[in-house]
């Protein structure tokens, strides 16, 4: 009796259910506390689970890894995307830039590159989205870095001429009605408009501009939205626009016109906000003729006259003038964050005077050369300088620092980091400029 009562009870058996994830149906076991005999079966499950990389319920599974790598290519992706175009980065622009870039990967044969184009005016050579674009008498052309040829469309223009934002281009016909909206890919748009076109532009996050003959008025100015729906409209009662300039966010207009002064000529640079129906600035400017504006990164107007050059002030108040004295302008290069670049020739015509003015118009650097002046581009820290076949290349202070011969001789110049681009008669050349 005693040795009965001094032995331990056996211990009570417990239930539990035990979802198996193969059979996926749900049964109860019974076991002990010592014995559990569905274990080893669970272990097995999620043994097998890990090594084809799905969780207990049977789902794929990411690697941590995978999905590491995965992310830090998004993050840099979208972070050189905004890198390149800080002034036109917007969700549209980006869209753009992945199709065109990641989706639409073309690669050419290398250059030089022919051109199916008998004409090509020197203004008509220039960067979409830091690829060469050209505008022939008869096509829009754009190229990639490796040669391929992204673009090539017909415009059926009398007098083309385009402008560049960060990733789409105007193109309209000088003197005539059509326009259209280019991309890297596709041709966005193409319209009528109701008066003669005297100029146009587009600024980075796709806001442009067109200026026409006015019904009773000198010019008429408008402004139209990247859906293509009209935002602003003023006409100019005396003055015949020439030359248009939009500020990065497409806010601020800037419209210089032709006007008559007293016998002679002079120009009026009206600046206009989006949301006020007075101008914000006005500017008048005599016995010269702009012939281009552009906005700095800080806010003021670089602004490019046929005898003078000025440079307005970012609050819009007041500005310096460079005059070219008896001089010619041969060329000119604008940086947004440096300033401008002029050549300019004399009576021969046979060397030219370089000049670099700061933001503020402050002279920076000057220098006579012996060569004269074909294309100019100017990238802020180096001065590159066309003359026909020879390509010199200067420093900020003017510092002559390399001089290249041309393969053939050129008259268009585009130049993004170390490559050059040189537009010929019917070639693209692409050299390296260290």
């Known amino acids: 009796m005693n040795d009965r009562k001094n032995q331990n009870p056996p211990p009570k058996k417990r239930s539990y259910t035990v979802v198996d994830s193969d059979e996926s149906l749900y049964r109860t076991a019974r076991r002990s506390d010592t014995a559990r005999p569905e274990e080893p079966r669970r272990a097995e499950i999620r043994t097998r689970r890990r090594r084809e990389g799905r969780n207990l319920l049977g789902m794929k599974v990411i690697h941590p890894a995978v999905f590491s790598v995965v992310l830090i290519l998004i993050v840099l992706f979208v972070s050189v995307f905004v890198l390149m175009n800080a002034q036109g980065a917007s969700p549209a622009n980006l869209i753009e830039w992945v199709q065109g870039r990641i989706l639409g990967i073309e690669t050419g044969g290398g250059y030089p590159v022919k051109v199916a184009a008998s004409e090509v005016k020197m203004n008509n050579f220039q960067f979409l989205d830091r690829e060469p674009a050209l505008l022939s008498d008869t096509a829009f052309l754009l190229y990639n870095a490796s040669g391929a040829q992204i673009s090539?469309?017909?415009?059926?223009?009398?007098?083309?001429?385009?402008?560049?934002?960060?990733?789409?281009?105007?193109?309209?016909?000088?003197?005539?009605?059509?326009?259209?909206?280019?991309?890297?890919?596709?041709?966005?748009?193409?319209?009528?408009?109701?008066?003669?076109i005297f100029a146009g532009t587009i600024s980075p996050n796709g806001v442009y501009a067109l200026a026409t003959a006015g019904?009773?008025?000198?010019?008429?100015?408008?402004?139209?939205?990247?859906?293509?729906?009209?935002?602003?409209?003023r006409f100019l009662r005396d003055d015949y626009a020439t030359s248009l300039a939009l500020r990065s966010d497409g806010g601020l207009l800037a419209a210089a016109g032709l006007r008559s002064d007293r016998g002679g000529v002079g120009s009026t640079l009206f600046l206009l906000s989006l949301n006020d129906p007075d101008p914000v600035a006005k500017f008048e400017f005599s016995d010269t003729i702009i012939v281009a504006l552009r906005f700095l990164r800080g806010g003021g107007i670089a602004v490019i006259g046929d005898r003078a050059a000025y440079l307005i002030d970012s609050g819009h108040q007041n500005f310096e003038?460079?005059?070219?004295?008896?001089r010619t302008l041969q060329g000119f290069s604008i940086h947004e964050d440096s300033g401008?670049?002029?050549?300019?020739?004399?009576?021969?015509?046979?060397?030219?005077?370089?000049?670099?003015?700061g933001s503020d118009g402050k002279i920076l650097a000057e220098k006579e050369t012996e060569s004269p002046c074909t294309a100019l581009y100017y990238t802020g820290d180096q001065l590159f300088l066309l003359s026909e076949d020879i390509l010199f290349r200067y420093s900020a202070e003017l510092a002559l620092e390399k001089e290249t011969a041309c393969p053939a001789i050129c008259k268009g110049l585009l130049v993004s980091g170390s490559d050059c681009y040189l537009l010929s008669a019917g070639n693209i050349w692409k050299l390296d400029t260290r």
């Open 215 to 233: 019904d009773g008025y000198a010019s008429e100015l408008t402004v139209y939205g990247r859906n293509h729906k009209k935002l602003y409209t």
């Open 340 to 357: 401008l670049a002029l050549a300019l020739t004399g009576a021969d015509g046979k060397s030219c005077s370089l000049t670099l003015l």
């Open 321 to 326: 003038t460079y005059d070219y004295g008896k």
């Open 152 to 196: 090539g469309r017909h415009h059926g223009y009398a007098n083309p001429a385009f402008s560049t934002g960060a990733s789409r281009a105007l193109l309209y016909d000088l003197g005539g009605y059509g326009y259209r909206l280019e991309s890297r890919a596709a041709l966005d748009h193409e319209g009528q408009a109701d008066q003669k």
